[in-house]
């Protein structure tokens, strides 16, 4: 019933910057949370962002705090996560999610998941 497509990611090197993009399909964002998370390899997923999708809050993993925004357009649809300064450390898959009607920092807050899109830092 519901889709979510990342897109986005890429090779950049160390203070490069990425946005990378969540478009959902099948219904809309209406009042609920989407999350970003990221796996890098060896590596349990982790909690990054999470917007309500009124805009009013959000929330960030304190190593991305000041680096990376996240955002929605109501009209398209769309969850945005820019990502300012990059490190290596930042190397990962990254994955959107759509939770319920509040911010989750787990992986079973979401009940929906994309398929993930790359993000590769160099130093």
């Known amino acids: 019933q519901v889709q979510l497509v990342e897109s986005g990611g890429g090779l950049v090197q160390a203070g490069g910057s990425l946005r990378l993009s969540c478009a959902a399909s099948g219904r809309t964002f209406s009042t609920y949370t989407v999350g970003w998370f990221r796996q890098a390899p060896g590596k349990e997923r982790g909690f990054v962002a999470a917007?309500?999708?009124?805009?009013?809050?959000?929330a960030y993993v304190d190593s991305v705090k000041g680096r990376f925004t996240i955002s929605r357009d109501i009209a398209k649809n769309t969850v945005y996560l820019q990502m300012y300064s990059l490190k290596p450390e930042d190397t990962a898959v990254y994955y959107c999610?759509?939770?319920?009607?509040?911010?989750?920092?787990?992986?079973?807050?979401?009940?929906?998941w994309g398929q993930g899109t790359q993000v590769t830092v160099s130093s």
């Open positions: 917007i309500r999708w009124t805009g009013r809050d959000t």
């Open positions: 999610a759509l939770g319920g009607v509040w911010i989750g920092k787990e992986e079973n807050d979401y009940a929906y």
